[in-house]
């Protein structure tokens, strides 16, 4: 499927040069912040807890901060989850204290602040089995808070989740570099995993700049990036491959051209539709989404970039060639070895 078909190449490798310059600096800036500033791992990584509450009404945000402050906890993290009602509180681990004991002063200090006073409640789950409930509740009896949920993550839990996910990066770009170099030959494996590993590292960068939090979540996007610019590399490759066999004429400059320029339509196609499914969870998907999609709204817009600009231009600059893709044609013997 085709909207539009271009007739006439577009000289991409003639500037490659200067797309390869930009991409360099950029790379080179996303390290700088990486190094001076760090990443914002969320207590997934750093251990610590997670509190889901619900308040019959819009919460209070500021004041939730203002109670947490005063318990100690500076610049705590207050957001929304899904609905205005719902709040996500993420507290990082407190000295001398579990985190069931943090987790309780925590919900009774927020449950003063409201006027209420937190008591247990049996409740009725989904298959019919009691279900304990902490609870807020005015003179009343009514709820004016409820907690959700607890979970809480050790420091030695979250040293073994990055480790993990170091470790799967690790695997997801030696598993790239094998497919990558059978498939094709390894100057574009080399070409392709440099331009996928600069997707990685500019989406670092962001969430470094900005001091994004980076949880899990965020690394499964860029295991997922990874994933789909080695897709959009793979579509160009093979684009080049099949140019080199038909059009013997063409010089590799050209032949990187044309199998870039016969891919933009599809390439519109294909990202325009993906990024509008990730902008629908930028924008809808909530909190809990919220840094998933913007990592994945990163990684698609330079993977694109990268493919075309990265990946091409430094597969070219290895020196490929028509050889190395095409393997020459033996002449038949019709003699059957006699001679004549």
């Known amino acids: 499927m085709e909207f539009f078909k271009i007739k006439r190449d577009i000289p991409f490798m003639r500037n490659a040069l200067i797309f390869n310059a930009i991409s360099a600096l950029t790379f080179v800036a996303a390290v700088f912040f990486l190094v001076t500033k760090g990443l914002h791992f969320s207590v997934e990584f750093t251990g610590g807890t997670v509190m889901e509450l619900r308040y019959p009404h819009a919460a209070d945000q500021e004041k939730i901060r203002a109670g947490l402050t005063q318990l100690g906890y500076a610049q705590p993290e207050v ?45 009725i789950g989904a298959k019919g089995e009691p279900v304990a409930h902490t609870s807020c509740v005015n003179a009343a009896g009514s709820e004016l808070v409820g907690l959700q949920r607890v979970d809480s993550v050790g420091a030695q839990v979250g040293d073994e989740l990055a480790t993990n996910g170091l470790n799967a990066l690790i695997m997801v770009v030696i598993g790239v570099m094998i497919y990558l170099a059978v498939r094709f030959e390894w100057k574009f494996a080399v070409a392709a995993i440099i331009a996928n590993l600069h997707d990685v590292v500019i989406i670092l960068g962001f969430f470094a700049f900005f001091q994004w939090e980076f949880s899990l979540t965020v690394l499964a996007a860029i295991l997922a990036v990874l994933g789909y610019s080695v897709n959009e590399s793979v579509v160009i490759f093979d684009r080049i491959r099949e140019t080199f066999r038909k059009e013997r004429k063409l010089s590799v400059t050209q032949v990187i051209d044309h199998a870039i320029t016969s891919t933009i339509s599809r390439t519109i196609i294909t990202h325009g539709c993906t990024e509008m499914m990730v902008l629908s969870m930028l924008f809808f998907g909530g909190e809990a989404l919220h840094y998933f999609a913007i990592a994945l709204t990163i990684g698609i817009l330079f993977g694109i970039y990268s493919s075309v600009f990265v990946a091409a231009a430094i597969a070219m600059w290895l020196g490929v060639k028509r050889e190395d893709l095409v393997k020459p044609v033996k002449e038949r013997d019709d003699t059957g070895g006699a001679v004549v």
Request: charged letters at 20%.
């Open 79 to 123: 957001t929304s989850f899904g609905t205005a009602n719902d709040v996500l509180l993420r507290l990082p681990v407190r000295k001398g204290k579990t985190d069931v004991a943090a987790s309780n002063v925590v919900f009774n200090t927020l449950c003063a602040g409201e006027g209420g006073t937190s008591k247990q409640v049996q409740l």
